[in-house]
């Protein structure tokens, strides 16, 4: 009987809520390929921010591979496009920007240089602190990668992303001028595969060491993969998600929440460890030092530069015996089906959740093979075999 009131009290906030002329607006800006924030703007019978009217969740667009700059011009002009038709909005007074991967370097560059007052809170899900730092991660395994290395990866990356600039702004360098009190809610698993959870862990230590009032790092041991690492239908994220709802009501008056989503956010801002800090630190000389060189790289033609680099990697790799990741693809279509198949059989609420709403949650089973092949399997092949079993 008590369940069943607190079930009924819950319906009946929410549908007051929903009958409200909501304030509050949530831009989704996610990484390449449109991943990120999956949960969000589904209208399967679960998803995140629930208390937040769907038709005010409003998803940016983002350049793709061969097209995306890692957050810079091209990456924040999509973005803009949705937001500033919001800033100009007299129906909306809040603004929350949801960024994943790539999308979190686009968040943090447009809340430092546009300072729009409606802009209320950032939502980081996977931080990428720079470009360069993200590359030789990818590739390397870490961003502590030789010096040699962090370089000549950064420019070799153009052949692959010919308008990305690894002398310009990134969010290391810009982080300086957002808002302190603007609240910067941390999410970032520590078996990342593309970004490294140590980004996170020093972009959350220099805010707080600089005396930025309102930023947090929400941990859980059972964050896991890249993207969309709050999911709804697991229980064991529960807590997260109040976690993020607290914050936010925080912060954020007029988005209401219920009772039960209330909760201690005390382990929300952890204590921070020097080795944060020098990590910060390392990237951070390893920035000032490719923007210091950056025309001697750029006076040869890309093409020459990959040529060298690539040459720079073949020696490396014969005469060193350097570990390198990611440079090939791997798995058959056999061995990649069985993944998938797996996958499918461990999540049959996401999959039921897909049945019912197949656009939203497709980068979900997308982002389990990217983890699970650590980013090295045919993208394509991926698609395809996802597609073929989950619409069977």
């Not at 369940?3 to 800006?29: E, N, P, Q, T």
């Not at 220099?206 to 309102?214: A, S, T, V």
């Amino acid at each position: 009987m008590i369940s069943y009131l607190i079930s009924l009290s819950s319906l009946l906030f929410f549908a007051s809520l929903s009958s409200m002329d909501h304030k509050v607006h949530m831009v989704i800006i996610p990484g390449q390929n449109g991943l990120g924030g999956d949960y969000i703007d589904t209208s399967s019978e679960k998803r995140l921010f629930d208390n937040i009217p769907l038709n005010n969740i409003h998803r940016a667009s983002t350049p793709g591979f061969l097209k995306a700059d890692f957050g810079h011009s091209r990456c924040m002009a999509d973005a803009n496009e949705t937001i500033n038709p919001l800033t100009k909005d007299d129906n909306c007074e809040s603004i929350i920007l949801h960024g994943s991967s790539q999308g979190t370097a686009t968040t943090c560059l447009i809340a430092a240089l546009k300072n729009n007052d409606k802009i209320k809170a950032l939502i980081l899900e996977s931080v990428m602190l720079s470009g360069n730092s993200t590359i030789a991660h990818t590739l390397c395994g870490t961003p502590q990668c030789s010096s040699i290395k962090y370089y000549t990866l950064a420019y070799l990356a153009k052949l692959a992303y010919p308008f990305y600039n690894p002398a310009g702004k990134h969010v290391i360098d810009t982080c300086d001028t957002i808002d302190d009190n603007l609240p910067i809610i941390i999410m970032h698993a520590p078996d990342d595969f593309q970004i490294s959870c140590q980004d996170g862990l020093a972009f959350y230590a220099h805010l707080k060491n600089k005396g930025h009032k309102n930023v947090y790092f929400i941990e859980n041991n059972n964050l896991s993969g890249h993207v969309n690492l709050v999911d709804p239908y697991d229980t064991s994220h529960s807590k997260t998600q109040n976690q993020l709802y607290t914050i936010l009501n925080k912060h954020i008056s007029d988005l209401e929440i219920s009772d039960t989503q209330r909760v201690s956010i005390a382990h929300t801002q952890p204590q921070v460890d020097q080795k944060w800090i020098d990590h910060f630190n390392l990237i951070k000389q390893r920035e000032d030092t490719i923007k210091k060189y950056n025309p001697l790289f750029l006076a040869m033609p890309t093409v020459v530069v990959g040529a060298v680099a690539s040459a720079f990697i073949w020696l490396a790799k014969s005469l060193l015996a350097l570990p390198f990741k990611g440079l090939k693809q791997i798995g058959s279509t056999e061995d990649l089906e069985a993944m998938v198949l797996d996958i499918i059989a461990k999540n049959p609420s996401q999959v039921e959740a897909y049945r019912g709403d197949k656009d939203k949650l497709f980068g979900f089973f997308v982002g389990q093979m990217m983890q699970r092949t650590q980013g090295k399997g045919n993208p394509q092949l991926i698609n395809e075999l996802i597609k073929k079993h989950l619409n069977a």
